[in-house]
Structures are given as structure tokens and as C-alpha cells.
């Protein structure tokens, strides 16, 4: 038997510790298919992508609360999806299941529906707000929403001002 370092104990806690939180409002299903499309938009190319990101999480939060308005249009589009990946790939299981090419041909096919134009505009508000802000990091671009006042020389003269 094998003996276990702190170092050992500390990972296996993280990895305990990581779990995702639980949907609120999406099904296993629809998100699995939903972070399929959503992958396809900004993919993991040698850089953490949507699903490292976690973006299929803000997704579902935005759904379950502040933009819950929207969920006939990922309802209703989320089945013409899948019809159109029927009549493109009679043989696909799910939209999870297709592979890379067909994947960009099925969001070719609805680039300009109503339910892309959400999933794109939620897909890079979640890849540029949450988590640490991976979108930034894939930038390069050191996430500003961390500082602290002043943030310019009309802060800096107001604080003055303040006896700051």
C-alpha cells in the first residue's frame, strides 16, 4: 500500500471539493446539446474554450433568473436544431454526438436564426464572465474588473478632493 502525501490528500480534497453545481433550470439533456453548439462558437484549440469554462453553467443561470424571458426561444430553437440535424445527419444520435465537421455544418445551416444570435450572445457573456474570466485570459488582457479606485486621473483628483 501506497503512501499518501499531503500533496496527495490536498488534490484529492480539490477534486471533491470541484463538483458543478446542479442545473436549476436546464435538463442533462438539452445542456449537454446546448454546450455542444455553444463549443462550436468559441472551441477549445489549444486554449480553454466553452466547456472549460464552464459556460454552459451561466447559460443555465441566465435562464433560471435575469434573462428567463428567453426560454421559449432556447426551448423552441433547441428543437429546430435537433429537426435540422435530422434531415443533415439522419444517422446522429445528438447534436453531442456529431463530430467536428458536421458540428460547423449544423451551425452554418442556423447561424442566422433567433436562437443562435441568444446562445451566441450568452455563450460569449458567460466565456468573458465567469470563471476568472477565461475569455480575458484567452486574450492575453488582464481581467479590470479587479482594481480598485482610482482608476484614472479624474478619480485621483476627486479623492484628493475627498481628503482620500
Known sequence: MSKLTRRDLALQSLALAYQPAPFE??????AREIEALAAQIIPSDGTPGT???????????ALASWDSGKRDLYRTG??????????????????????????????AAIE???FFEALRTHTVLGYFGIHGGAGWAHLGVE????????????DAEAAKEDGR
Open 143 to 154: 481581467n479590470r474588473m479587479i482594481f480598485q479606485p482610482p482608476f484614472g486621473y479624474y
Open 112 to 114: 442566422k436564426t433567433g
Open 78 to 107: 433547441l428543437e429546430a436544431v435537433q429537426q435540422k440535424r435530422r434531415e443533415m445527419f439522419p444517422q446522429s444520435a445528438s447534436v453531442a454526438a456529431l463530430e467536428d465537421s458536421q458540428a460547423k455544418q449544423l451551425i
Open 51 to 61: 466547456r472549460e469554462a464552464g459556460v454552459i453553467h451561466f447559460i443555465d443561470k
Open 25 to 30: 433550470y436546464l435538463d442533462p439533456a438539452a
